[in-house]
């Protein structure tokens, strides 16, 4: 029947009910009904998602997806973001840009986490998208104020920069002078990672004056109070709002042009920055708080009664990111006011101080998870924890999609028992049926992860450190969560016969990280070798690990699927089997 | 590209008990490639193309200050504690590597195969625990940037004018310098600085505070950019035709015994001076970055160093 079906509609009309078909899991099911399905999505599919810049090659996606506007790339591991990866692994971004800019004349849009990225490729962007929409650099690294001058002079139509997070080096550039007087389409400009020596206020004012389409604009630390103000009334059509400095010492006229410029700005949802902010000057915002459903304050050392104030005027807030000096008392007040809470995520002020230097405790995170009902995603650090409180959460919250806690001080057991937490983490898995996402801490024997993997069966990405007893964890795990797709351990007594045990799960999976575990390198080559559409890399700076004992364990080993084979930008640093050494050779 | 939703391993668990951690792999019925893979790893040990490495080879020593004659003497003891860490931040050099192997071996002897902080710290007096906790370098540099901020301007503003004002500053600092100085055996901040040199590309980071003296913080560089010829395996080769490690062979190439190389640091003022010349722990509050610089460039920037410094260490009480 289906053959049928496909036969009878034309190409047109296909492809136009295509066209509404956006998620690539979908696109990928409709590719695989028949051939001619098969071909028509290839032609008329806009946007392409790789989530690991070195599964497949540019080449592979050229040739099969000839009319590309949008990609997203990833490239380094998540363990990148904590120094674990060291520089020069990879993940370059030219190639990438360079066989794109040959094919997809008319791509507009590039997002990127995790890359490096040079100046030599933001100017291959700048000169060979002639429509070129979005740029969005996540974490990435590698360029310079001289890369974005060049995106700035050439885009006309650029609606879209955003640097989050990343590295960037002063060239000494006035780059944000680069954008002719006549550039008018900006919607978008996330600058807030940038030096103080990198953004020219005068530059900054006039392009936001001439672009009234500015919905978002988040600005570096360096743009001090009164300009803030300035800024705020060019574009009182604000949606999301980074704030800069706060000077030091409150002055009432600084402070009244602020909160007249804020009163202003009837859309603004989202506000972040706050670095250095002296509460005095948090009133400013009063008029904008009823409104705003997002609010970063992970920057700011305000202490808790001034953000239980603050807290208390934004009964809207659904996303809200804070320090630890909110303490168990500001989270309370959060519990009560802001029902609409659906991310928390609470940061530690002073990660490496034994003793705690705020009052929040596991209590604050109970708290929450009684009073507010749409909580889904949760992040947080803290010192103590019970399994006692992780079972009420569990029970309390069971839409709980992200769950990843951080108790500090690696293997901490639960401060009421003394036990480790099978049991609090066994109970998110079991009650929270959606979870996607779960990070573990304290002391984890392997019971956990036999809870993780009978109950936990749509989680998709899990980070483990400092647990478990034997390779039956890991067993566990990768042969119990039918939905995993990234896996990162590190300082777990994981080792070859888990892995090789689950090898064919690998290939099912977008990748696995493994650091100061157990694996041997003899393990590596073997899994390797069975696996040919595994790329086993061992990250070693400490020289060829097959010079070394037999059961010497390897330092760091990230394996993940590729179609495209080995990569060939691998430093002196990462090491793989060789078995075809002659062929790679060969020009 | 995500691909579809592909079959999971299979591997009951009904069958396997939790105590029995090493008979699992013979008991649980529905793997039935372990003994094959087994087998496999004793048979095929000698099976494989390795690429044979050898490490030495020709490398030039990184010149710090006290390699130079000068008035002032380069305080830098070594520490006493050995350089092994758990993390690849900082990497020991091959001569090092027999002492880090061994303790390595000595934990995997004792506690099995596990080898984790706890004994790597029993190995070393100073434990060192990398990326723990789970916090982004981003938001680590920000709120470092943050304390220092607080910790100079705050002190300098107008303190005495309002009074939540001062206790705010007074609350931040208390915090900020807990947050600077790592009171946990176990955990340490990482201190990144971009480390360049000259005629290579691509920079790399190294941790300062992995290293407690200047010499392991040579040769920790030394490890990272001199030595790299003999190591490039052969994908590495292939990326020598992309040409992003062109300029690292050309280099050693010239570093074959005749031309030095010296290492300075930009500090917070912005000069560049010659490492080496104060305290350790005055070099790590002050440096911002350092830099590998060809002794040709550097030797006239040497004795003004110096000079500069001489009139510095004059004038300041340190």
């Known amino acids: ?587 | 590209m995500q691909g579809g939703g592909g079959g999971s391993e299979s591997g009951s668990m009904s069958t396997v008990s939790r105590e029995d951690n090493m008979v699992m792999s013979s008991e649980d019925s529905s793997c039935p490639d372990e003994s094959e893979l087994e087998l496999g790893l004793g048979l095929s040990l000698g099976g494989f193309k390795m690429h044979q490495v050898s490490r030495g080879g020709h490398y030039a020593r990184i010149l710090t200050a006290k390699d130079f004659p000068s008035v002032i003497s380069a305080s830098s003891s070594p520490s006493s504690s050995s350089s092994s860490s758990s993390s690849s931040s900082s990497s020991s050099s091959s001569s090092s590597s027999s002492s880090s192997s061994s303790s390595l071996r000595r934990a995997n002897v004792t506690a099995g195969t596990k080898r984790n902080a706890d004994s790597v710290a029993a190995a070393n007096s100073s434990s060192q625990v990398v990326g723990w906790p789970p916090i982004r370098a981003y938001r680590m540099n920000s709120m470092v940037n943050q304390a220092k901020n607080q910790a100079t301007e705050g002190f300098n503003s107008t303190m005495e004018n309002h009074k939540s004002e001062t206790s705010t500053v007074e609350k931040g600092t208390t915090g900020i310098s807990s947050y600077q100085n790592s009171g946990n055996a176990k955990l340490r901040k990482s201190l990144f600085v971009k480390v360049n040199m000259d005629g290579i590309p691509i920079g790399r980071k190294v941790d300062m505070n992995a290293h407690e003296s200047y010499e392991k913080l040579a040769k920790t560089l030394e490890d990272m950019f001199l030595k790299t010829t003999p190591n490039v395996n052969p994908a590495g080769l292939r990326a020598l035709k992309l040409g992003m490690m062109n300029k690292l062979t050309r280099s050693s190439k010239l570093l074959d015994g005749s031309s030095d190389f010296v290492l300075t640091y930009e500090d917070k003022e912005g000069d560049w001076m010659l490492v080496g010349d104060v305290p350790w722990k005055v070099f790590l509050s002050s440096v911002k970055r350092l830099r590998i610089m060809r002794t040709s460039e550097a030797t006239g920037l040497a004795p003004r160093l110096h000079e500069r410094n001489c009139q510095r260490q004059r004038s300041k009480h340190i």
């Open chain 1, 1 to 587: 029947m289906p053959r049928r079906l496909a036969s009878s509609l034309s190409d047109e009309v296909l492809e136009h009910v295509f066209s509404f078909i956006q998620s690539d899991k979908d696109r990928n099911v409709v590719s695989a009904v028949c051939k001619s399905w098969y071909e028509i999505e290839r032609w008329c599919r806009r946007k392409i998602f790789v989530g690991n810049c070195y599964a497949v090659s540019p080449k592979m996606v050229i040739r099969r997806f000839p009319q590309v506007r949008s990609i997203e790339l990833k490239g380094k591991p998540h363990f990148a973001d904590f120094n674990l990866v060291p520089d020069g692994w990879g993940g370059y971004v030219l190639q990438w840009i360079t066989e794109m800019a040959g094919a997809y004349p008319w791509l507009d849009e590039i997002r990127l986490k995790r890359m490096v990225v040079t100046d030599e490729s933001l100017e291959l962007i700048a000169k060979s998208f002639k429509d070129f929409k979005v740029l969005v650099l996540a974490s990435c690294e590698g360029f310079s104020t001289d890369g974005l001058a060049a995106i700035a002079a050439s885009c006309k139509n650029l609606r879209e920069l955003d640097l989050r997070e990343s590295e960037v080096d002063d060239s000494s550039v006035h780059w944000l002078s680069h954008f002719p007087e006549t550039y008018t389409s900006m919607v978008s400009l996330n600058i807030s990672c940038l030096g103080s020596g990198e953004v020219s206020f005068s530059a900054l004012e006039r392009l936001v004056s001439r672009c009234p389409n500015l919905r978002s604009l988040k600005l570096n630390r360096a743009v001090p109070l009164d300009k803030t103000a300035n800024i705020l009334r060019l574009a009182p059509q604000l949606v999301e709002f980074s704030t800069c400095t706060y000077s030091a010492e409150l002055r009432s006229d600084v402070f009244s042009n602020l909160a007249g410029a804020f009163s202003n700005c009837k859309e603004l949802r989202s506000l972040s920055g706050f670095w250095d902010v002296v509460p005095d000057y948090l009133p400013a915002i009063y008029s904008v708080c009823s409104r705003l459903t997002s609010l970063n304050l992970s920057y700011a050392t305000i202490q808790s009664p001034d953000l239980i104030k603050l807290a208390s005027h934004c009964p809207s807030l659904q996303h809200l990111l804070v320090l630890d000096y909110t303490e168990d008392s500001g989270l309370e007040a959060l519990a009560s006011n802001s029902k609409d809470l659906q991310e928390l995520r609470v940061f530690p002020s002073d990660p490496f101080d034994a003793e705690p230097n705020a009052s929040l405790t596991e209590q604050g995170l109970v708290a929450v998870s009684l009073g507010c009902p749409k909580l889904q995603s949760v992040l947080y650090f803290c010192r103590r924890m019970s399994n006692a409180a992780l079972v009420t959460i569990a029970q309390n919250r069971p839409n709980l999609t992200r769950f990843r806690l951080c108790i500090i001080e690696p293997k901490t057991a639960d401060y009421l028992t003394g036990e480790p937490f099978g049991v609090g983490f066994g109970a998110i898995v079991e009650h929270c049926k959606d979870l996607i996402r779960l990070s573990l801490s304290g002391l984890l024997t392997d019971c956990v992860f036999e809870y993780i993997g009978k109950y936990a069966k749509k989680l998709e990405m899990l980070s483990v450190a400092f647990a478990g007893d034997s390779d039956l964890g890991l067993h566990h795990v990768l042969s119990g969560c039918e939905s995993l797709r990234k896996l990162e351990i590190r300082d777990c007594p994981f080792g070859d016969k888990a892995l090789l045990t689950n090898a064919a799960k690998l290939e099912t999976m977008r990748s696995l990280w493994m650091s100061s575990c157990s694996v041997s390198f003899e393990a590596c080559k073997l899994l390797s070798q069975k696996m040919p559409r595994l790329n086993v890399e061992v990250i070693d700076e400490r020289g060829p690990p097959d010079s070394r004992p037999e059961n010497y364990t390897v330092d760091k080993l990230y394996i993940y699927r590729s179609v495209a084979g080995p990569r060939f930008d691998m430093p002196p640093f990462v090491w793989t089997k060789d078995e075809d050494l002659a062929l790679r050779l060969s020009p």
